[in-house]
């Protein structure tokens, strides 16, 4: 699967940045442009027509500075209990795997490919939780970490690693080929398969 190529023109941008801008202000001009801007780099054809991706930036944007802090609050409450209790359920799936436990049981090869988490971040963007972090916080470049990091307190910077997760809008049958692509080939390293089948299977992965 391939990933889809966006499907908005500049001209939409510039539509709902312009809306925005004469709705809120100049102060949030520079802000509103990067915030419209990312949502539109990473807006697919399913997400919604022209019309729909305005109406989605002009609903959505908070211009309080103490509402935009409330709402990364609660995104980063909610992503901590989501990212640890699939990586819980991750460590259950793979235990036998992992751990010297005795012979390793065909289910175990089955259930150690289960991966829960690898709909999360196509969910986070189809639920347009991903857009609305998308249009109220920058997904900085390594760039200006480097020149304005310095200045940044903790604060800043966990904002900086979260919104890490939506640098890319990768599809979720990538995510669960990539996946298995590391299981099997830890499963290669540590001996617990035929090693020339499973090298033969990890490169057909990665060729295809």
């Given at each position: ?8 023109t500049a ?158 809008r990768i ?38």
């Amino acid at each position: 699967m391939e990933t889809p190529p966006a499907s908005l023109t500049a001209s939409v941008a510039e539509r709902a940045r312009a809306a925005l801008v004469t709705r809120y202000g100049a102060a949030h001009a520079d802000s509103i442009a990067r915030g419209v801007a990312q949502v539109a780099e990473r807006w697919w054809p399913e997400d919604g027509n022209e019309d729909e991706f305005v109406a989605f930036c002009s609903e959505s944007w908070i211009d309080s500075d103490a509402e935009r802090g409330a709402a990364f609050d609660r995104l980063e409450q909610a992503m901590e209990q989501v990212d640890g209790h699939l990586h819980e359920v991750r460590r259950e799936l793979q235990r036998p795997i992992h751990l010297d436990l005795g012979p390793v049981r065909p289910v175990d090869l089955f259930l150690q490919n289960l991966d829960l988490g690898s709909h999360v971040e196509e969910d986070l963007f189809r639920t347009k939780t991903a857009f609305f972090a998308l249009l109220h916080f920058p997904v900085d470049t390594l760039a200006e970490r480097l020149d304005q990091g310095r200045s940044w307190d903790r604060r800043r910077w966990a904002r900086s690693r979260f919104m890490d997760r939506f640098a890319e809008r990768i599809p979720s049958s990538l995510i669960q080929k990539m996946g298995q692509v590391m299981r099997e080939a830890m499963a290669l390293a540590a001996g617990r398969a035929d090693g020339k089948r499973l090298q033969e299977r990890v490169r057909a992965r990665l060729a295809g």
